[in-house]
């Protein structure tokens, strides 16, 4: 049994309904897994750097990485002093609530101003120096 033209046509409509169906399946699968939340990153050192977008770089205990409130605790920053007798400077470590006048105690962050988050090595500079504010 031969096919019409007319059935040939046909049977090739019904293929590109179904190869577009399979198209959107697909295409809606892969928009959906990227969507999903994911759980929050658990870090294995106890503090973490936190880079933000707009130069700043925070120490700290981070929660929450990957979700959408993230929260720094136990924050530190560097300063730098100038010495006025020597001109000489020197980087300081300081407890976020020392010098601002509201004297906070954590930070809840935007995850779209985090620029990137680095592991505290527990024999750093910045982690005798955290040791030692304690």
Same mark, same amino acid.
């Given at each position: 049994?031969?096919?019409?033209?007319?059935?040939?046509?046909?049977?090739?409509?019904?293929?590109?309904?179904?190869? $577009?169906?399979?198209?959107?399946?697909?295409? $809606?699968?892969?928009?959906?897994?990227?969507?999903?939340?994911?759980?929050?990153?658990?870090?294995?050192?106890?503090?973490?750097?936190? #880079?933000?977008?707009?130069?700043?770089?925070?120490?700290?205990?981070?929660?929450?990485?990957?979700?959408?409130?993230?929260? #720094?605790?136990?924050?530190?920053?560097?300063?730098?002093?100038?010495?006025?007798?020597?001109?000489?400077?020197?980087?300081?470590?300081?407890?976020?609530?020392?010098?601002?006048?509201?004297?906070?105690?954590?930070?809840?962050?935007?995850?779209?101003?985090?620029?990137?988050?680095?592991?505290?090595?527990?024999?750093?500079?910045?982690?005798? #120096?955290? $040791?030692?504010?304690?």
């Amino acid at each position: 049994m031969r096919m019409t033209s007319n059935q040939q046509g046909s049977a090739a409509v019904q293929s590109v309904w179904v190869l $577009a169906g399979v198209a959107v399946i697909v295409c $809606a699968f892969m928009f959906v897994k990227d969507n999903r939340p994911s759980p929050p990153v658990v870090f294995t050192t106890p503090y973490q750097a936190v #880079l933000l977008t707009n130069g700043s770089v925070y120490f700290g205990k981070l929660e929450g990485y990957g979700t959408p409130r993230p929260l #720094l605790t136990e924050v530190y920053y560097i300063v730098t002093e100038n010495n006025p007798d020597t001109k000489q400077s020197n980087k300081v470590l300081v407890k976020l609530g020392k010098l601002e006048l509201y004297e906070p105690d954590r930070m809840y962050l935007s995850p779209s101003q985090i620029l990137g988050v680095e592991p505290v090595g527990p024999n750093s500079k910045v982690a005798q #120096l955290i $040791a030692q504010a304690h």
